[in-house]
Nanobody
Framework: QVQLVESGGGLVQAGGSLRLSCAAS????????MGWFRQAPGKEREFVAA????????SYAYSVKGRFTISRDNAKNTVYLQMNSLKPDDTAVYCC???????????????WGQGTQVTVSS
């Protein structure tokens, strides 16, 4: 069992930056690939980024590539999402999730956090 708690969301102007954190409970955090997903009002949930269990591999959605960076610190049971050059289209609830497989499909992720709101003003 893995419990996930996100933090770091907020209101930022277009072009600004935010860093999201996702703290995990449990001793098996380093066994899981971690992902970030987002859902905007009226839209389906979409994949943002993923990182393998040891951080050696990362994957990004085309819409955020070059602007967002996913990283993890297994000693702290935490995964991060550094978001730069934010755009109003990035406004959404961002959730982290844990999976035993390094994939971008939401269905592969067994554990989910509650999410943190990111709002980007124009």
């Amino acid at each position: 069992q893995v419990q996930l708690v996100e933090s770091g969301g907020g209101l930022v102007q277009a072009g600004g930056s935010l860093r999201l954190s996702c703290a995990a409970s449990g001793r098996t955090f380093s066994s899981y690939a971690m992902g970030w997903f987002r859902q905007a009002p009226g839209k389906e949930r979409e994949f943002v980024a993923a990182i393998s269990w040891n951080g050696a591999s990362t994957s990004y959605a085309y819409s955020v590539k070059g602007r967002f960076t996913i990283s993890r610190d297994n000693a702290k049971n935490t995964v991060y999402l550094q978001m730069n050059s934010l755009k109003p289209d990035d406004t959404a609830v961002y959730c982290c999730a844990a999976s035993l497989a390094f994939l971008s499909q939401a269905g592969a992720y067994a554990y989910w956090g509650q999410g943190t709101q990111v709002t980007v003003s124009s």
